[in-house]
């Protein structure tokens, strides 16, 4: 199993970025894709997760109405658009994968990260 991140970088706040996961080594429609965060010094949190097969979604409260996660099945990816970034935005970005056997924000699989900073 491989997720590969991209997409991370500097916005200033009330910018935008988009962070995309490049799945594969599993049948993608067999599972939820998830983005996961940590910022220093604080716990993680799931952001936001998508199922493969019917597009079922979550996202935390404190992304709702920002953030849009989208899965390409015919690629194997998915992207999470995140508009009106926030300083508090600012951590590390994981794309998870989990079998939608255990529901949608599972963790079975982890990438490595990309760094997301928002400055004031």
């Known amino acids: 199993v491989q997720l590969v991140e991209s997409g991370g970088g500097l916005v200033q706040a009330g910018g935008s970025l988009r962070l995309s996961c490049a799945a594969s080594?599993?049948?993608?429609?067999?599972?939820?894709i998830g983005w996961f965060r940590q910022a220093p010094g604080q716990e993680r949190e799931g952001v936001s997760c998508?199922?493969?097969?019917?597009?079922?979604?979550y996202y935390a409260d404190s992304v709702k109405g920002r953030f849009t996660i989208s899965s390409d099945n015919a690629k194997n990816t998915v992207a999470l658009q995140m508009n009106s970034l926030k300083p508090e935005d600012t951590a590390v970005y994981y794309c998870?994968?989990?079998?939608?056997?255990?529901?949608?924000?599972?963790?079975?699989?982890w990438g490595q990260g990309t760094q997301v900073t928002v400055s004031s």
């Open positions: 080594g599993f049948t993608f429609d067999d599972y939820a």
């Open positions: 998870t994968a989990s079998s939608l056997e255990d529901g949608l924000c599972g963790d079975d699989y």
């Open positions: 998508i199922s493969s097969s019917d597009g079922s979604t």
